[in-house]
């Protein structure tokens, strides 16, 4: 039998209390438990960029024909970029962001009927990386894999049918939209679907698999010194980002700084994840990235984390090895990977580097 998403953290339980959480709505100030500081986060207070460069990752049309190396490039300067043209109809995208609105502002106690536990993959609760940090992030979640029915079912004894139906349209076309992603970054290495045996064998998609990652981050009154999910990279091969019409993603460039996402109306934001790294062999950078909060409007994005089959070996592309000599990554499933990065988390990608001979 395959692993499956749900079974991957069966033996990396997060202790993570869920009905902790303030009532964010009341708050005048701050809690000191939610209070950042450079002690927390290395990067914290990294310089922004100079809003004078304005640089930014590209917003890419996937109707122009020399997409695919623009999509290359970005993948390769900032492991991001945003797609306009990418054919999801922009209803589905509006009725996703209802359903997210509609989950978060159930009552608490509703969705704790639904919470994540211990061992689980799916549910309401705190980023699976909170354990990681001294300080609580400014945001609650609810990630999704395989039919959300059951989860549904608790928050909305009645009416989830629905919204179970929309989860599924969305995850069909975010399917196609990574692949297609996929193919047109590769292609512009020279890659294509007979370089890789997994990908080949079934092109129906069949070697994929996928999770949702649902985020609210509310109004906040100190934004400045709140977190809403702290910098990480994914742990994927992409992940398509959806964000309603709010501010708050940073992406991170080492001469940049943290680089403000602006939100585009019916685009989406795709990030390279760790897999891909190690796919391209280095070639593409998996992106760093946060969310800020803010004071004035609460913000929400729905990321589609996309990746293999659990149990499919992962390992750099041998026509991107051959140029260089030997493979910069060891191979490894994204099972492995997943358990990597809850026990080690932003070390986990050097962890399968392959080190060189002297
Ligand atoms: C398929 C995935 C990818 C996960 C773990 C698992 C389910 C939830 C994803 C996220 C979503 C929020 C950021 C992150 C860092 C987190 O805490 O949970 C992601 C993590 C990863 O990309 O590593
Ligand atoms: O809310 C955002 O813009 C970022 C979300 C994110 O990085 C994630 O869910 O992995
Ligand atoms: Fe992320």
């Given at each position: 039998?395959?692993?499956?998403l749900t079974d991957v953290f069966r033996g990396h339980p997060i202790h993570l209390p869920h009905s902790h959480q303030p009532d964010f709505t009341s708050l005048r100030e701050l809690p000191d438990s939610y209070t950042w500081t450079p002690k927390d986060d290395l990067l914290f207070a990294a310089a922004p960029s100079p809003p004078?460069?304005?640089?930014?990752?590209?917003?890419i049309d996937l109707n122009h024909p020399d997409a695919a190396n623009q999509i290359g490039g970005a993948c390769r300067t900032w492991g991001a970029f945003q797609i306009a043209n990418h054919g999801v109809p922009l209803e589905l995208?509006?009725?996703?962001?209802?359903?997210?609105?509609?989950?978060?502002?159930?009552?608490?106690?509703?969705?704790?009927?639904?919470?994540?536990?211990?061992?689980?993959f799916s549910g309401y609760g705190v980023a699976r990386i909170s354990s990681f940090f001294n300080k609580q992030m400014w945001s609650e979640g609810f990630t999704i894999t395989g039919s959300p029915l059951n989860d549904f079912r608790k928050l909305w004894p009645q009416h989830h049918q629905n919204f179970c139906d929309l989860v599924e349209e969305y995850e069909e076309q975010?399917?196609?939209?990574?692949?297609?992603?996929?193919?047109?970054?590769?292609?512009s290495l020279g890659v294509s679907e007979e370089d890789i045996e997994w990908a080949s064998v079934n092109s129906d998609l069949n070697w994929a698999q996928s999770a949702f990652q649902l985020n609210h981050y509310p109004v906040c009154p100190e934004p400045d010194r709140a977190m809403g999910l702290a910098a990480h990279t994914d742990s994927t091969l992409l992940t398509i980002l959806y964000?309603?019409?709010?501010?708050?993603?940073?992406?991170f460039r080492d001469d940049l700084g943290w680089v403000t996402v602006p939100p585009v109306p019916g685009s989406l934001v795709v990030n390279v994840g760790d897999l891909f790294q190690i796919l391209s062999n280095g070639l593409f950078k998996s992106v760093l990235h946060r969310a800020r909060v803010n004071q004035t409007r609460s913000r929400l994005s729905v990321a589609f984390l996309w990746g293999p089959q659990s149990d499919t070996k992962i390992s750099p592309v041998p026509k991107?090895?051959?140029?260089?000599?030997?493979?910069?990554?060891?191979?490894v499933t994204w099972t492995e990977y997943l358990q990597t990065k809850a026990t080690h988390f932003n070390k986990a990608l050097s962890m399968i580097k392959n080190h060189r001979e002297e």
């Open positions: 039998m395959p692993t499956m004078a460069t304005g640089e930014n990752i590209p917003l995208l509006q009725g996703i962001e209802f359903l997210t609105g509609s989950l978060f502002r159930l009552p608490v106690q509703r969705k704790l009927k639904a919470a994540r536990s211990e061992t689980g975010m399917q196609k939209l990574a692949s297609k992603l996929m193919w047109l970054a590769l292609n964000q309603n019409n709010t501010a708050g993603l940073q992406v991107l090895v051959s140029p260089v000599g030997s493979p910069l990554y060891r191979s």
